[in-house]
């Protein structure tokens, strides 16, 4: 398992953008299946975005589209949540997750049980 941690999250007004970051020192995170989720207060952990290694495939939920980009900083070995045009309703703590599946070609969206290692989470608030 990856130690992995996340950065980026705070406290944001309505329409603002925030840029999340997952890092697992040591290691080529691009190399992974990486995804995204998040969960709020009262509610069940949803997937948000994910990405097959080397960005070859991506995916996200229908609530985030058009307004999440994830990808690949390849100098800092970081995979990137670029999150705009924030709404109240993206408040939740959000975690990073991967796991190594060698020549995979895809993601796993709605299939946390399928990812081996987890960030301990970043607060994004999204108010005002």
């Known amino acids: 398992q990856l130690h992995l941690v996340e950065s980026g999250g705070g406290l944001v007004r309505p329409g603002e953008s925030l840029r999340l970051s997952c890092t697992a020192p040591?290691?080529?995170?691009?190399?992974?299946?990486t995804g995204w989720f998040r969960q709020a207060p009262g509610k069940e952990r949803e997937g948000v975005s994910c990405?097959?290694?080397?960005?070859?495939?991506?995916d996200y939920a229908d609530s985030v589209k058009g307004r999440f980009t994830i990808s690949t900083d390849t100098a800092k070995n970081t995979v990137v949540l670029e999150m705009n045009n924030l709404k109240p309703e993206d408040t939740a703590v959000y975690y990073c997750?991967?796991?190594?599946?060698?020549?995979?070609?895809?993601?796993?969206?709605?299939?946390?049980?399928?990812?081996?290692?987890w960030g301990q989470g970043t607060q994004v608030t999204v108010s005002g």
């Open positions: 997750a991967t796991i190594y599946i060698l020549f995979s070609q895809v993601c796993y969206l709605n299939l946390p049980d399928r990812y081996g290692s």
């Open positions: 990405m097959a290694p080397y960005g070859n495939y991506s």
């Open positions: 040591g290691h080529r995170l691009g190399y992974y299946t």
